[in-house]
C-alpha cells in the first residue's frame, strides 16, 4: 500500500505557505494536521470515507488506499457544525448539523436541502435504506424518523441520555449509546419499545456493527477503549485498549477493517481486532488556543477538548513533559472539555472553559481543580505578580481576578471584546479587545489607557522586554508595540490563523441548546518563552509555531505565563 499523501496542510493545501518576517524566523514544534478534528465518518458510494470536522463546519472525502482529501462540504457552505453523516440509497449525503439544530441532505449532483430544523442537538444518523433516523444529543433526547420529502417527524421514543452515533443492527432493530448512563439501548424502527442491551459499559460514543455483525462500542475516554459485544449468545464483552484518545465514531470497509475517528485530535486510524494501530491520516491539534510554556520549557496548549502538549518544546528537542507521544507528535495531556485559555504556574496549568469555568490541572497527579463557575465565555488567562489569575471575560466585555481563596473581583469593565492579558515585568496588565481593535493598560484603578487602537481584530498578548506583540488576526500579522515610546511596528506576516485565505465561515453559533457550548471561538494565542522566542498558536494549519530572533538572547522574556 503507498504512503498517505494528504495535504500539507489544512491552511494551504500547496504546501508553500509560510510567516514571512525580517526578524522572526519561525519554526513549527510538530506537523500540520490535516483535520479540524474528526467526528462522524461514512463510506460513500464513490467507496470513500466521509468525514465531519465538526470544529471547521466542513466534510472531507478520504481515499484510504491513497491518504489523499478532498473537501466536500466546505467551511463557507449551509453546514455549521456536522457532527455525524450518513448515506440514503439514492447517494444523498445526510448531515446531522448539531449546534443549529438542522439536518441537511446534500445529493450527489451538491445540492442542499433542509430536511429538518425541529431536531434539539441532533447527533446520532443513519439510513435504513430510503428511511432516515436521528437522535438528540441532551438529556432526555429524543429518537426520531424524519421524511426528506415532506412529512412531520415521527418520535421513535424519548428519555435518550445524550444520545450518538447509531446503526441498524443485523436483527433489524436501531441501536444508540446513552452517553450520560453509560449504556447501549436498541429500538425496533416500526413497532415495539426501546430494550436495553448493555449496560457499564465505558464511556460510549458510537455504536458501530461489522461485515460480520459484531457489535462495537466505542468509547470517548483517554484509553481508546472498544467494547465488543457477543449479541448472538451469552453477550460475553471483549475490551481492546487502543490508546487512542478520545475516540469518536468507527466506519467498516467491505474487508471489514476498521477505522475510528477523534474528536480530540482528528485523524483517521485503521484499528486492528487486536489493538494495533495504522494511521492513515494523521492526528494534531483540532486547535489550538491559548499557548504556554513552563519553567522547564515544555509547551502546552488548551485544544478545545483537551490539554495537550506538542511534540518539541525548544527547536528540535523533545518535550520534557511528552511521556508516550501520539502519532503526530502531540501529547495529550487530560481530556478537559472546551478548554480555550491556559497558563503554566510552576507545575500547574490555569486554563478557562468555554463552560464559563476557570480551573487549575495538575498535570503529576492528574487531578484539576474548579476556581470560578458562570463566567460568560472566559478566555485569555494570566498570573498576576501576585499569584492572582487574571482572565479575560469575553462576552461579559470585562477582566475578572481570581485569589488564591477563588474570591472574584472585576479589574476591568465596560469592554468590547476582550480576547487576552498579559503582565510585563513592572507587573501592569494589559488585555486585547477584539471588537474595538486596541490593546488597552489597565490601570490601577480600573480605568483603561490606549496603548495602541486601529488593530485588526487583536487576540493573544505576549511581552519579551520593553515590547508587548498582539496578533492581529483580521490581517493575520503579529504587531509590536514599545511599552516607552509607542511605537508600533510589524513583526511577521501571512501567519496561519483563522480559516484559509478566501474562506469566510458562517456565523458562529454560541451554545447548543440548553446552554451547552457549541462551536470553539477560534483564538490565537501568544506566549513567551524563557529563552527570548515567541509561542503562535497557529489555529490555521493545526500547529504550535516558534518565532525566533537572530539573537533571541538579546531579547530577554519577562515571563512564560503571559497568553
Aim: aromatic share 6%; hydrophobic share 35%; glycine share 14%.
Amino acid at each position: 500500500m503507498s504512503a498517505p499523501a494528504v495535504r500539507p496542510s489544512r491552511f494551504d493545501d500547496t504546501g508553500s505557505h509560510r510567516p514571512t518576517s525580517a526578524r522572526w524566523r519561525a519554526s513549527r514544534l510538530g506537523p500540520p494536521n490535516p483535520l479540524w478534528g474528526s467526528n462522524g465518518v461514512a463510506f460513500g458510494p464513490d467507496g470513500r470515507l466521509y468525514v465531519a470536522e465538526f470544529l471547521a463546519g466542513r466534510i472531507s472525502a478520504l481515499d484510504i488506499a491513497t491518504g489523499d482529501l478532498d473537501v466536500i462540504v466546505p467551511m463557507d457552505g449551509p453546514v455549521q457544525s456536522p457532527d455525524d453523516l450518513a448515506f440514503g440509497a439514492d447517494g444523498s449525503m445526510y448531515i446531522a448539523d448539531l449546534v443549529p439544530g438542522r439536518v441537511w441532505r446534500r445529493t450527489p449532483d451538491g445540492t442542499y436541502t433542509l430536511v429538518s430544523d425541529d431536531v434539539i442537538n441532533p447527533n446520532g444518523i443513519t439510513c435504513v435504506g430510503d428511511r432516515l433516523f436521528v437522535n438528540e444529543m441532551k438529556p432526555d433526547g429524543r429518537l426520531l424518523e424524519l421524511f426528506p420529502d415532506g412529512g412531520d417527524p415521527v418520535v421513535l421514543t424519548e428519555g435518550l441520555a445524550l444520545g450518538n452515533a447509531m446503526q441498524r443492527g443485523p436483527d433489524g432493530h436501531l441501536y444508540y449509546p446513552h452517553m450520560i448512563t453509560n449504556q447501549v439501548w436498541r429500538i425496533p424502527p416500526d413497532v415495539g419499545g426501546p430494550e436495553l442491551v448493555a449496560e457499564d459499559v465505558h464511556q460510549p460514543v458510537a455504536v458501530r456493527f461489522d461485515q460480520g455483525g459484531v457489535l462495537h462500542v466505542l468509547s470517548r475516554g483517554v484509553e481508546g477503549i472498544v467494547t465488543r459485544v457477543d449479541l448472538h449468545g451469552s453477550g460475553t464483552r471483549t475490551l481492546v485498549t487502543s490508546g487512542l484518545k478520545g475516540l469518536d465514531n468507527a466506519a467498516f470497509d467491505t474487508e471489514n477493517r476498521m477505522f475510528v475517528s477523534s474528536y480530540a485530535g482528528g485523524g483517521i486510524t485503521e484499528l486492528h481486532p487486536d489493538g494495533r494501530t495504522r494511521e492513515i491520516v494523521p492526528r494534531g491539534f483540532d486547535g489550538p488556543y491559548g499557548v504556554t510554556v513552563d519553567l522547564g520549557g515544555t509547551v502546552y496548549a488548551a485544544d478545545h477538548y483537551r490539554l495537550a502538549s506538542p511534540a518539541l518544546s525548544h527547536e528540535g528537542e523533545p518535550s520534557s513533559g511528552a511521556d508516550g507521544l501520539e502519532p503526530a507528535g502531540v501529547t495529550t495531556l487530560s481530556l478537559l472539555p472546551f478548554a480555550h485559555g491556559v497558563a503554566a504556574d510552576g507545575g500547574l496549568l490555569h486554563h478557562t472553559s468555554q463552560y464559563g469555568e476557570v480551573r487549575t490541572h495538575d498535570p503529576a497527579s492528574g487531578t484539576t481543580r474548579q476556581r470560578a463557575q458562570g463566567l460568560r465565555r472566559p478566555l485569555g488567562i494570566a498570573v498576576a505578580p501576585d499569584g492572582s489569575l487574571v482572565v479575560a471575560e469575553a462576552d461579559a466585555g470585562r477582566v475578572v481576578a481570581l485569589d488564591d481563596t477563588d474570591t472574584l473581583t472585576v479589574r476591568a469593565d465596560g469592554l468590547d471584546h476582550p480576547v487576552d492579558v498579559a503582565f510585563d515585568a513592572e507587573g501592569r496588565c494589559y488585555v486585547s479587545d477584539e471588537g474595538r481593535g486596541a490593546v488597552l493598560r489597565i490601570e490601577e484603578d480600573g480605568t483603561t489607557t490606549v496603548l495602541a487602537d486601529g488593530l485588526g481584530a487583536p487576540q493573544g498578548l505576549a511581552v519579551l522586554g520593553g515590547e508587548l506583540f498582539t496578533v492581529e488576526t483580521a490581517h493575520r500579522r503579529l504587531t509590536s508595540v514599545s511599552l516607552t515610546t509607542g511605537e508600533r511596528r510589524t513583526e511577521a506576516e501571512d501567519l496561519p490563523v483563522g480559516p484559509p485565505p478566501g474562506v469566510v465561515p458562517v456565523t458562529e453559533p454560541a451554545l447548543f441548546a440548553g446552554g451547552m457550548p457549541g462551536w470553539a471561538r477560534r483564538f490565537a494565542g501568544l506566549a513567551a518563552d524563557w529563552d527570548g522566542s515567541l509561542l503562535l498558536s497557529a489555529n490555521g494549519e493545526g500547529t504550535v509555531l516558534r518565532l525566533r530572533t537572530e539573537s533571541p538572547a538579546s531579547v530577554p522574556a519577562t515571563g512564560p505565563g503571559a497568553g
